[in-house]
């Protein structure tokens, strides 16, 4: 009988032996055992070997991934990301499929997140059967490669994988790795606030830090996924050296994201604190209140002392914001835009949302199964507003709306974005349930930024694992 049995791994307690099969504790009977020991065959050795080889991919797949950048190519930060999650996806595939083969086990997990993930990767395989650009659409953006449906079949694929092959408590070790694989990125961020690397970059790294991810808002986006798992690991582990180490990964977290000064991360870390506060165990919150005040305060002092430009930010925003609502603009080049003010991004968001809008509802195939995935830049020129040539971009070739939304909706339609919806809807169905509330939480910064931005490689990666990690719920 135990040769038949593939596990992974032996726990011998006290009068009560055990062992992991495919991820399930199962408790050991007596007729299992010869002299003393259990019978494991080779077969089961390759077995448990593959196993953790798997583990130790994910583990450096998250590790490493917001790390890689390489100046040698084009896009130096997005491409590089992307090729490496393309190989550790495929190693650990390889990894799954000859796993699955030796233990002659085909029987696999489909529970609540896989339905709306399935439809998000069915509605990109449909917009890219008709899509305006057909390599564009498999592929992805040439100088990114991500966001087309081969990327969509990868984070699908590892999303499978990590919901099927790991147990509950090796999925929790991987989300260990991926706040403290925080550490390095957010201490970049502090060092170039502090001046350092300035003038390497041709952006002013110091104005506004973006540290590994290539631009302050894609830094945000990531930083605002990690920081409610990392509180919840700090009120939830009970060893206080553990408690100190989240403490100081959530401050150095926090204060890497403020020094992006992106107005669309902070929204969302608002966003996600209002909900972790509002589900979390307010008993947890007491027993550490040491911990929690000194986290505010700390978070407040980094604030007011390193204000930078968020304030002139804000100014510019909302003064874009009413001149697009009451003035009428010439369709003519700005002849001054030597120098950029902080806001100008705002008018131009408006701009691109608004020409993006007419290309939804240009045509029914648009509306129902938009122009294919990564296909704006070819789509958008059409439908252009004149408004953007008043804009310090106005010679620019505009690649994404800066909306995921309606980035969705017009390269997916309808069906792409009611998909995407869905998974929204899921994940704060698991937050009304107080189910993971600091993995919904993260998430729902996430889906805030989502408004004024889009996924970069680790965004994604992130988004797919977190719904693997509130699977069990």
């Given amino acids: 009988m135990a040769s038949s049995i593939s596990f992974i791994r032996i726990f011998e307690n006290i009068g009560r032996p055990e062992m992991i099969i495919l991820g399930k504790t199962i408790s050991i009977k007596k007729e299992w055992f010869l002299y003393d020991k259990i019978v494991v065959t080779t077969p089961m050795r390759k077995v448990a070997t593959l196993h953790n080889l798997m583990v130790y991919l994910f583990h450096f797949l ?11 190519v084009n896009e130096i930060f997005e491409f590089p990301k992307m090729t490496f999650v393309y190989l550790c996806v495929s190693l650990i595939f390889l990894l799954f499929s000859c796993k699955r083969i030796l233990a002659n086990d085909f029987k696999f997990k489909f529970s609540r997140f896989f339905i709306p993930v399935s439809l998000f990767l069915l509605a990109n395989t449909l917009s890219t059967l008709f899509s305006i650009g057909t390599y564009t659409s498999i592929w992805g953006y040439y100088t990114r490669f991500n966001g087309g449906l081969v990327s969509i079949i990868i984070f699908t694929i590892m999303y499978f994988i990590f919901i099927n092959e790991l147990s509950a408590e090796e999925r929790e070790s991987v989300l260990r790795t991926i706040i403290l694989g925080s550490i390095p990125v957010s201490l970049y961020g502090i060092a170039q606030n502090l001046g350092y690397e ?33 509180l919840y690991k700090m009120l939830s582990v009970r060893d206080e050296r553990a408690k100190l180490l989240f403490f100081l990964v959530a401050a150095m977290a926090y204060a890497s994201l ?12 608002g966003v996600s604190m209002i909900l972790f506060s509002t589900f979390v165990d ?17 978070f407040l002092l980094i604030s007011f002392l390193r204000p930078g430009v968020i304030k002139p930010k804000v100014i510019d925003s909302i003064n874009d914001i009413r001149k697009k609502f009451s003035v009428s603009f010439a369709a003519y080049a700005d002849e001054d835009t030597s120098e950029k003010r902080f806001g100008d991004t705002t008018a131009i968001r408006l701009g691109i949302w608004e020409g993006t809008k007419s290309l939804i509802f240009a045509s029914p195939k648009n509306f129902l199964i938009g122009t294919g995935p990564e296909t704006f830049p070819y789509a958008f020129l059409k439908y252009r507003p004149k408004e953007l040539n008043q804009t310090t971009e106005w010679n620019f070739v505009f690649n994404k709306p800066h909306n995921f939304y309606l980035e969705i909706f017009s390269n997916l339609g309808l069906f792409g974005f009611f998909s995407y919806l869905l998974i929204i809807k899921t994940v704060l169905f698991k937050l009304k349930e107080k189910t993971n509330f600091h993995l919904a939480s993260g998430l729902s910064a996430l889906f805030v930024s989502d408004f004024f931005g889009w996924h970069t490689v680790t965004a994604s990666m992130l988004l797919y694992l977190f719904l693997g990690l509130m699977e069990d719920s």
């Fill in 62 to 72: 998250v590790c490493v991934t917001p790390l890689i950048f390489f100046k040698g």
């Fill in 198 to 230: 300035k003038g390497y970059w041709e952006e002013d790294s110091q104005a506004r830090v973006f540290a590994t991810l290539g631009q302050p808002n894609w830094l945000a986006a990531y930083l605002i996924l990690i920081i409610p798992p990392t």
């Fill in 258 to 269: 403020w020094f992006t000064y992106s107005l669309s991360g902070l929204l969302g870390f």
């Fill in 282 to 298: 307010k008993a947890v919150v007491k027993h550490n209140l040491r911990f929690v005040m000194s986290l505010v305060f700390v």
